[in-house]
């Protein structure tokens, strides 16, 4: 496995340079056809780049001197990236210079058969546009995703350097021991690298956004440090009661092991539904994850469980000088348990007192996402300020507002290829200029049977105006013989977030399905499964507030360095997929325990009390471990990554406390014996799957999980 690993990633390294920045789009929706239509028609007046030269105050940019550096410089480039270039000082069109004359544009047309190639090209042509005397700034969407992905991999780089040896420091810390602590993070490392490969031959198939490869690296490495700390703490706690190695081993993997395999599985499922979209950049960010997921859980279940074995008691070694002699440490175990057991007395002892206050706390966060969440596709916002891309792209939206791209584009095509009447445009083109937020419509190009019109707004595209008027304008009634299609990014937006809300049932319901199903057969009780629905819902809920609050409303954007921006609905279907997939797996940590400890006799408050006392402390220090690894992602430059980054630390530190700590126990103190409780037919098909808690470890102890218990422990 470790060789298959290595092999894979150091193959794998080579998907950093077939990574996209694209697939936003709506395959075959009306601003796709027009983005088609009016990029063949308007190919002339655009280029993959776009130079500024921008002069000193007081000379032009028609100064012979000046023209000659900057013709001589645009004549030089290369013949192999470059296919053609169309400049102001090549046409004089007056549309290539601002009014005073003191910028002018170069469009220069990119050879390559798709973005990955026009991206190579443009990387071949950094630094030879410079011309002296003059200011240059490169704009387009190439320059945009090549600094995407620069900022990208280095963040990735960063993160990874960050993360990794606090996570080892903070092992050392919760196992005592240096030998222990490495394991949890042999395996982040194996299934990091070994996610490359995978995302690799994926490539070869399927496109892979550039944010594809942080995910997957985000995911595969939290998720395993996650999976080994489970594992690990499991065998300790079986070799310390004096297990042999081998049925320690067996123990660990039947328990804990199962708990991985459930985890995995759902969350494999949960990214899974991602591939119901149909834009490439979900399924891009599907294939990352389900990978990473995958690849974590079967290393956790083969190469982890080998190594114990191979160490067995040696897994104590290197252990930190404060740490404990093995009875010492057996009796601080115990002390720390019996806290749990007294933080779950005090939940239980008044548990709707307890749980109200909290889903009224979670409710109300989540409000900012109910009444002000907003969407749309990255555009330059989600770079650094500084960022030369981003700043081109704004230069270029501020003295060139008609070469920018965010304009609405309109298509009229005439029925039986006749090109439509001048008069029936114009008349059709006033109507677009009556429509409200639109500041002025032009005619833009024409080519045989079509014509193009482009219409400005007087909002940002992603605003409610801007999306009002792409509506307006397409319930305009078209005129007689005449096809119209609007886009443009703003209807590309909206194509899309319609696309993504006509899947989202069906998403929701696998999701839920699965989650329902999976708990089910794994605790036999028909309650709890809803239960962790709901909690999972509400975590998510106050989640996403949170994020709206900051990323879109702008609280405390300026301590983030991110400007406010649209959420990108890709990202957010993504966020909801993990956290919920990650909630239910703390939950089912949670639960597994404590259907243990009930199907050994316990009543339900000992049942929880046990629960709680044995993973309590495994959970938070799982949760910690996961925040550290995403928390270095919340520093990343880009914008994308640095939501996930956030929202992930805020998910976690939400679930694994206040939801999973406080919330759970207080809602089964209330529903009582009825948590257990599953319909006869129900009972005994989960009984024949043969997956139940009972059956993953020790015999149960006489008393099943639905059946009242013949003696009550502490209760």
Known sequence: MLLAVVAGGVWGLGVFDRMSQGGYETPGSEAARVA????????????DL???????????????????????????????????????????????????????LALIDLAGADINAENEAYRQLQGRFGVAGAETDVAGQVPLQVSISQHSTRDLAVAEAISMPIVLVLLVIIFGGVVAASLPVLVGGMAVFGSLGLLHLISLLAEVNVFAVNVASLLGLGLAIDYGLFLVGRFREELATGTGTGEAVGRSVATAGRTVAFSATLLVIALGGLLIFPQSFLRSLAFGGMSAVALAAVISLTVLPAVMSMLGHRIDKLAVPWRRKSGAAADEQRRKERGWRRFADAVMKRPLLTALPIVVVLGALATPFVTSARFGTPDERILPENDPARQAIERLAREFPAMAGTDIRVVLRGEGRTPPDRQVVQRFLDRIADVPAVGGVRPAGSEGDVVVLQASTTADPYSSPSNRAVEDIRELPPPQGVDVLVGGPTALNLDSLQATVDKLPWVAALLV???????????????????????????????????????????????????????????????????????????????????????????????????????????????????????????????????????????????????????????????GNASWWAPGPLKRLQKRVGAGEAEAGQPAASVSATDEPSHKPGG
């Open 50 to 104: 776009t130079v500024i030269y921008s002069v000193p105050s007081g000379r032009t940019i028609d100064d012979p001197e000046i023209a000659a550096r900057i013709e001589r410089t645009l004549t030089d480039l290369p013949d192999g990236p470059v296919e053609g270039v169309n400049s102001y000082w090549h046409t004089q069109n007056p549309q290539l210079a601002n009014p005073e004359h003191t910028s002018g």
């Open 513 to 671: 399905g699965a989650t329902l199903v999976l708990m089910f057969l794994a605790f036999g009780s028909v309650l709890l499964p809803i239960k962790a629905v709901i909690m999972s819902v509400l975590s998510l809920s106050a989640t996403f507030g949170a994020l709206t609050w900051i990323f879109v409303q702008g609280h405390g954007a300026e301590l983030l360095g991110v400007t406010p921006a649209p959420m990108e609905v890709g990202i957010a279907v993504l966020m909801a997929s993990v956290v919920f997939g990650l909630s239910t797996d703390y939950e089912v940590f949670l639960l597994s325990r404590m259907v243990e400890a009930r199907a050994h006799g316990s009543s339900t408050k000992e049942a929880v009390r046990t629960g709680l006392a044995k993973t309590g402390r495994v959970i938070t220090a799982a949760a910690l471990l996961l925040i550290v690894v995403t928390g270095a992602f919340a520093f990343s430059s880009v914008t994308v990554m640095r939501l996930i980054g956030v929202g992930m630390i805020i998910a976690l530190a939400l679930d694994a406390t206040v939801v999973r700590m406080i919330l759970v126990p207080a809602l089964l103190a209330l529903m």
């Open 36 to 47: 088609e239509i009016a990029g063949s028609v308007l190919d002339a007046q655009s280029g």
